[in-house]
């Protein structure tokens, strides 16, 4: 049996590069080799076991690769064709994706609903950091990429871009909104560079190191706010004339930003929030308006499938938004455990690592 | 200068039936005097001081009446008509109005936009518990009643029903829906109504007291659960089978119920919460799948303007709902302050009480 | 090779009950024995030639079964258990379907989307018109049928409530709405179900046939307009004092319908158009307002899959409607040749038929 | 009485300059001194006799100017202020209004609602090809030009540029659609700018005259075909290799553009109309799927009101768009007629021409 390279999950605080069979495919699935991967912020949790996953689990939700192999009943595709996959792998056929709600596919389940089902790689199934991996229900999740764009040009759409995206519409921001963006780490970046594309006219981040803050510009940031030098919210009221947004958008997941997100908004307003929260939100009265202000909150999980993952390439083939500035670093798979020790640690500036096998 | 009855806010603690001049009029304005108005949970809290209102000001916001005299430039009515107003009384100018979100309607603000600020009545303006209002806006607000609509049929119109109906219309409930309802309250019940007005097929109310419950059953609810017997996240899981709802409703104004309300949410339901609370919210983690499952929490105040007004009527002319069994008590205008003690109290199976002059 | 009866088109004008053999399946198919099924106006349609189909093709696609067999990949259901599936048998997993289009699934083409693709039984692949029928991508297509419901009971649900529900559903009626729906066959009568079912308080059908016109009011509507005494556009725009309806719902298929159905719109109102029509229309420039009246006009074909199969059951297990009445004759499968006879002609007041093989 | 110049509307082919007396103000409205005004399309068919308007009618709906005077009940502006209003001066207080409907104004009739009721300036009362207009409703339609910004660069605002928009709005455009757009006129170009500003990623503008053609690229196209060169709906198929478009653009009011603005959608596709039509429109039967394809199509008249201002105002001041381009030509009011012919003759490359008084 032909063995490959993975990082895998050993225990919380282990993940190491480890060799495990090449897996084998069924009739709806496809084997894709993996020329470029990445590590997200979610793999960080997962290794520092806040969030669990099964040991000898492969890591990893990002994959950009060449299909090796197409189980008998996928058709419409052909080896050796580049393609992606979204970090979330709809089956297409459950209550939930059904209508419309793929990220929580309870496929097999007795109600077509699952908390965060659609979420497999790295999750429930094994992950792309690895030299191949199986892609389930390859029908609906093998995205082609277009000619011409390399695998970091859209090595952020499986998971940052398509997140930080959801994040704008998710906020349904019109033309002529004004929107805050709190945090400019990779999704809150995508999430900027998101509102621009919907036709935000004032987008103000909020963020604190340097690069990120001048990345936020060139995402399409019209203000950076740094929130270690004033009070965002009193910050972003001032630059509204005391209006407040029409939209803000959390990109953290931490009390204190979901917070600022509330308070920033207008009556009527959207809060957005992305983030990953690691324990109980307050939401705070007056921010609130005692219940009574016609606020939203959504929260949104990364969309997936191969019409998304193809919507989001042809922003990048038409030159809309760049995405590829996020990615500082490069490393080879061989040395994936220095990548996570760097990412995890946010050192030298990083934003995103490029992997590759 | 004539003089009127009208409940006053002397202090917290005190709301009293006192003399104050008619009203004068603007030519924006109509002069209407009250046929029969009513007493609202939200008064009640100004009573006791938890909602802070001038002095001297006359509460109330659920005016049935006749056109006593109309602003000069006050066209398409005429004096002698029936007429409803509703608790908001949007001005239709405003940056907010002309965004559609009329209960936070910011005229005469420097943007348009004010937290509440389409509620006036009784709040920032005299009331309509006295003989005489003056209503704001009348082109906006002056809804005429049907003929052969009595003003017990139509009193829950300016506030209950529209901020009832709103919660199942905030939820965007669909055919096909199930729905949980928290809290049978005059609000609750209209929530109930309104959800099964737009084809929810499964409708599960929370309510412990033994009249509700019944009333909860005849607006349209198939399940009632009784909170004190049951818990009611337990059992409405048990009722849908482990799936939960589609969307619920909370219309009490609890960390409990908003909490509840939340925990029976599926993935990617919707939260639609009528609820005036009166501390910090905490959402549970868990039952906010860490932010990731796609839920939408949305919160809306009492939608007003004549047009919500006639459609409400036209609700209750069709015979699509009867609001008036929820008028379980009636008083004159000279006893307001024995229904203020009934209701304050909820005495005696109290829902609603009709206050006639 | 086991045989079975199938009601199979021959040549125009011709459909014939004949031999087949049983279908085989794949892995992800049913084979699903019928139990009852029906002849829609699409098949007479397809009989006279006017819809081309391949000969020897076995028409019908509104089936209520019972599970024979189940394909290696299809999990989650039972043998012998009582199951329905669409009229529409998306795959789940098109672009289309990706994007919430079921019903135009492009499956298996280069861009995933195909018009009208999602509409395969009777079709472009043996129907249910017989005693078996296989059920395409069985995961996104089964629905059980809730104990206590009987086949005649769900057997709207497939084809003439979906599509009669969706012309309310695209129509985006609100609470309060007025709405009329022209001719009342037996999808206009789902219309007109649908309508009343979303909350609107004046539905008004467009009728000439009396039971049919009787059946309207069984069905919601508050008011029957017969087109053959009185102008319908005239009578509808005095029933409304002038005003015109918020949503119009053709359901016929004929340019006098659509045209009225324009003619009675107010601005900004939506016409929702479920017709299948014959020939090129035309918009009349002044119900048009030439093209400056904010109008909407939106197609739709039946939506399928199962989980708007659940949906619809739920709206009959919880009492909401009752299509069974739509039934008005029965016939064995032996002599389906008689039953489109006189559904073909509107024979003796016929709505729908019953066939059980 | 002082008295002013004015375009007025003499006959059917004549429009002249003429004194007037500057017009008196109520308590609810405005005198606004016009500094630049332009001439619309529409004003063309008025003087064509096309589109019929009063005998004296002052012509002109895009206002930019100074507030001269401000009724007794006029709040929040100050004379001497510069300010634009829209096109469409809306009431705010009609049913329409409330419904969010503002076009179809319907102030001052019995239901609401009227036909193009909103568009007021040049069409029932007097225009603003003037020295000074009567803003009516200016508590609605008064919007301040943010300081930096020239009357040129905001003159597109109040039809032009807010038509062109709700094109790419009303065809709820999404990242990574596919957008066409028949005509590169003046509103053409703004919905190919809208189309870009809201996340549309390829924008094919349909046009031949080479200046538009030109204009187009500069707008956000990525694609212009010249329709005398090559079928537009063979090119627009063929560009998107035989897909279609998700939205496609009407911006002419002609038969050919609408219907190859339908036959180029995919199914489940959106046709957002923005022409004015001139006779019965025909939609062909295979275009529109015959009646299956999951089509909208949508008509829409210029937004207005000082939000709607206001927002467009935004997405100039901050760099999103630039609509003074448009402007070619230049004239003194008093040389308005030689404008008239320019403009009406489409000679010399004329886009827009700016009047000033």
Redesign the interface.
Known sequence: MPRMKAAIFVEPGRIVLDEKPIPDIG??DALVRITTTTICGTDVHILKGEYPVARGLTIGHEPVGVIEKLGS?V??YHEGQRVIAGAIT????S??????????DG??T????????GWRFGNTIDGCQAEFVRVP?A??NLAPVPDGLTDEQVLMCPDIMSTG?SG??SGRI???DTVAVFAQGPIGLCATA?AR???A??IIAVESVPARMEMARRMGA?HVVDFTRADPVEEIMRLT????VDVSIEAL?RQETFEAALRVL???GTLS?????????????DG??????????????CPG????M???M??I??G?VDTQPLVTHRFKLDRIEEAYDLFGHQRDGVLKVAITP
Chains 1, 2, 3, 4 share one sequence.
Not at 95 to 104: E, K, N, P, R, T
Not at 241 to 244: C, P, V, Y
Not at 273 to 285: A, C, F, Q
Not at 288 to 301: K, M, P, V, Y
């Open positions: 009739p709806l009943a058709q419409g709809p089956s297409g056929h209550a939930a994706c059904l209508c419309g709600c793929h990220s929580q496929a097999g007795k109600h077509g609903w699952k908390p965060l089902g229900d029908l609906a995206f704008a519409e019109r033309i002529g998101g594309l919907m036709g006219t004032t019209d004339d005391g209006r407040g997941g207008r009556p009527g929030s992305l983030g990953v929260y690691s324990g109980d939100l307050r939401i705070p009265l609130f308006l005692a219940g009574l202000g016609d606020h939203t909150i959504r929260t949104t999980l499938g191969k019409e998304r193809r919507r989001l042809e922003a083939a038409s809309r």
